[in-house]
């Protein structure tokens, strides 16, 4: 039989707020820190010791650190956990609530109102942070005297490593209007990112108590009071999502309880009643992002044969828009989805099923140029939807190398011509290994790549994805309609470019034996 240690529990003589501090450690003198980092933890055990380790381990310092983990009645070895390192360490302050709320919103807001350090971050209790992370953001939030700096979020997966909201990592910016950064409202996750105490505790900004969306809400009302941020491309953050997926409240949600908490923060953003165009940008994302894109992409919604519960709850959402002084759908950024919305207005349901499967299932989608704007053709589609635009479009015309450089050339199609800066070669399985790449484009969009295989060499053996970037972050790939294979050798290693099975130029890398 196994036995697992546990430590002695202490008396806990929980407060009118039904929270316990243990050791009492806010009774004492505490020294000024840098930075709060407020973990809410449940059930955590797996990694909650890396997770505590990647804080201590930073440096910036664990004596410039307040570490403040709020346990919501974990049933596992958590406060085990929890009670070695606070008697081990004088900067980290646990604290057991009396009653499981269901929600880290209750922890969360627990730890803004025990935190006295100048800035403050959050941890989930199953991520980890870059060992300078936080040395990072502080000195730049020091430097320019910004109210919130954010940087690059990894998500670690089985299958590899991804970058999450790119839009937020992709360059370094200073003093900036958070208006300014094109989506910046998405993916507003309580990851690589600090922000100064006073603009939560002064507009007494608080998580709201629910299973989803509760740091949607947070983080939007953060970003609408804070005058200027900043953005690095530094890594900051580790996103757990190894084998931890079930244990998320948000993926113990279903779309439309999902979609419930949605119409929650759509209120809450109307009754602020920001600036119009404040407003446009904040709602965008709620309607556009959250309630077409996510809503209806959802492999349930192409199951389930009671899609009449999802029109219902989407004529809830629409049902807000009455509220507001201008036509939501002009806002919306992907075409794609105003189609969609005009489907579901002149309830055409079965045609909007079909456009869904059609464009879960159609890989390669074809794609004309009217007036050297790229469009995709719906073949089911009256003329009316049938062409949708799309921003930019890519084709491969003819490659080759020279003196070790392989030259790559293409034809693009867009709005957006001169806004293509570079382009950028990334491995399929770690977006941690990648190049920039120098790309050439004319006003009639007549393209010319290069990668220099020396440079490569220092790349791991591997797969890898070449984009074309655009408007800071947004990639498309360059598509090759004919199928080939070309293999050039450089320094004991094979350099093959090839057809990907979406029809786009890819790169595999492999060393010669």
């Given at each position: 039989?196994?036995?697992?240690?546990?430590?002695?529990?202490?008396?806990?003589?929980?407060?009118?707020?039904?929270?316990?501090?243990?050791?009492?450690?806010?009774?004492?003198?505490?020294?000024?820190?840098?930075?709060?980092?407020?973990?809410?933890?449940?059930?955590?055990?797996?990694?909650?010791?890396?997770?505590?380790?990647?804080?201590?381990?930073?440096?910036?310092?664990?004596?410039?650190?307040?570490?403040?983990?709020?346990?919501?009645?974990?049933?596992?070895?958590?406060?085990?956990?929890?009670?070695?390192?606070?008697?081990?360490?004088?900067?980290?302050?646990?604290?057991?609530?009396?009653?499981?709320?269901?929600?880290?919103?209750?922890?969360?807001?627990?730890?803004?109102?025990?935190?006295?350090?100048?800035?403050?971050?959050?941890?989930?209790?199953?991520?980890?942070?870059?060992?300078?992370?936080?040395?990072v953001l502080s000195n730049i939030l020091a430097e320019t005297g910004d109210d919130y700096a954010v940087g690059?979020?990894?998500?670690?997966?089985?299958?590899?490593?991804?970058?999450?909201?790119?839009?937020?990592?992709?360059?370094?910016?200073?003093?900036?209007?958070?208006?300014?950064?094109?989506?910046?409202?998405?993916?507003?996750?309580?990851?690589?990112?600090?922000?100064?105490?006073?603009?939560?505790?002064?507009?007494?900004?608080?998580?709201?108590?629910?299973?989803?969306?509760?740091?949607?809400?947070?983080?939007?009302?953060?970003?609408?009071?804070?005058?200027?941020?900043?953005?690095?491309?530094?890594?900051?953050?580790?996103?757990?999502?190894?084998?931890?997926?079930?244990?998320?409240?948000?993926?113990?949600?279903?779309?439309?309880?999902?979609?419930?908490?949605?119409?929650?923060?759509?209120?809450?953003?109307?009754?602020?009643?920001?600036?119009?165009?404040?407003?446009?940008?904040?709602?965008?994302?709620?309607?556009?992002?959250?309630?077409?894109?996510?809503?209806?992409?959802?492999?349930?919604?192409?199951?389930?044969?009671?899609?009449?519960?999802?029109?219902?709850?989407?004529?809830?959402?629409?049902?807000?828009?009455?509220?507001?002084?201008?036509?939501?759908?002009?806002?919306?950024?992907?075409?794609?989805?105003?189609?969609?919305?005009?489907?579901?207005?002149?309830?055409?349901?079965?045609?909007?099923?079909?456009?869904?499967?059609?464009?879960?299932?159609?890989?390669?989608?074809?794609?004309?140029?009217?007036?050297?704007?790229?469009?995709?053709?719906?073949?089911?589609?009256?003329?009316?939807?049938?062409?949708?635009?799309?921003?930019?479009?890519?084709?491969?015309?003819?490659?080759?190398?020279?003196?070790?450089?392989?030259?790559?050339?293409?034809?693009?199609?867009?709005?957006?011509?001169?806004?293509?800066?570079?382009?950028?070669?990334?491995?399929?399985?770690?977006?941690?290994?990648?190049?920039?790449?120098?790309?050439?484009?004319?006003?009639?969009?007549?393209?010319?790549?290069?990668?220099?295989?020396?440079?490569?060499?220092?790349?791991?053996?591997?797969?890898?994805?070449?984009?074309?970037?655009?408007?800071?972050?947004?990639?498309i790939n360059i598509r090759k309609q004919i199928q080939?294979?070309?293999?050039?050798?450089?320094?004991?290693?094979?350099?093959?470019?090839?057809?990907?099975?979406?029809?786009?130029?890819?790169?595999?890398?492999?060393?010669?034996?």
């Amino acid at each position: 039989m196994e036995w697992k240690w546990k430590q002695k529990q202490p008396i806990m003589n929980y407060n009118a707020e039904g929270y316990y501090i243990v050791d009492q450690k806010l009774n004492t003198e505490r020294k000024s820190t840098i930075v709060s980092v407020i973990t809410p933890v449940y059930n955590a055990e797996k990694y909650l010791r890396k997770t505590i380790d990647s804080v201590l381990n930073q440096s910036i310092g664990i004596e410039n650190i307040e570490f403040i983990l709020v346990d919501d009645c974990s049933t596992d070895t958590s406060r085990d956990i929890l009670l070695e390192y606070s008697s081990k360490f004088d900067n980290i302050i646990v604290v057991f609530l009396k009653r499981n709320t269901g929600t880290p919103g209750r922890p969360r807001n627990i730890g803004i109102q025990l935190s006295s350090s100048r800035y403050i971050s959050f941890l989930d209790a199953d991520d980890w942070l870059e060992p300078n992370g936080l040395e990072v953001l502080s000195n730049i939030l020091a430097e320019t005297g910004d109210d919130y700096a954010v940087g690059k979020t990894i998500q670690i997966q089985s299958i590899g490593k991804t970058i999450i909201g790119e839009h937020e990592s992709c360059k370094e910016r200073r003093s900036e209007s958070p208006f300014s950064i094109p989506h910046i409202f998405h993916h507003l996750g309580p990851r690589a990112r600090m922000i100064k105490t006073s603009v939560i505790k002064d507009n007494q900004i608080i998580f709201p108590e629910m299973k989803f969306a509760e740091d949607k809400q947070f983080f939007i009302d953060v970003l609408t009071h804070c005058r200027a941020i900043s953005t690095t491309q530094h890594p900051i953050y580790y996103l757990n999502r190894l084998d931890n997926q079930n244990t998320r409240l948000s993926n113990q949600t279903n779309i439309i309880q999902k979609t419930n908490c949605n119409l929650k923060v759509i209120n809450h953003i109307i009754n602020k009643k920001l600036d119009l165009e404040k407003e446009k940008m904040v709602l965008n994302r709620l309607y556009e992002f959250d309630s077409i894109t996510r809503f209806f992409h959802t492999p349930h919604f192409q199951k389930t044969k009671f899609k009449i519960v999802y029109y219902h709850k989407f004529n809830q959402v629409l049902k807000t828009t009455k509220k507001l002084s201008y036509e939501f759908s002009e806002e919306f950024i992907q075409p794609m989805n105003k189609v969609v919305y005009k489907l579901f207005c002149e309830r055409k349901y079965k045609q909007l099923e079909s456009f869904f499967a059609w464009e879960k299932k159609e890989k390669i989608k074809e794609v004309i140029i009217k007036e050297n704007r790229p469009f995709v053709v719906v073949p089911f589609l009256e003329d009316t939807y049938k062409y949708i635009r799309i921003p930019m479009h890519s084709v491969f015309v003819e490659e080759y190398v020279e003196k070790n450089i392989y030259y790559l050339k293409f034809k693009v199609f867009g709005d957006d011509l001169e806004s293509i800066t570079h382009g950028l070669i990334r491995d399929t399985k770690n977006a941690l290994n990648e190049s920039s790449l120098p790309v050439s484009v004319d006003k009639s969009g007549d393209g010319l790549l290069e990668i220099d295989l020396k440079l490569l060499n220092y790349l791991p053996t591997s797969t890898y994805s070449i984009f074309l970037c655009f408007n800071d972050y947004l990639k498309i790939n360059i598509r090759k309609q004919i199928q080939s294979k070309n293999q050039y050798q450089y320094n004991h290693r094979d350099f093959t470019f090839y057809n990907t099975i979406y029809s786009n130029v890819g790169l595999k890398i492999t060393t010669i034996s």
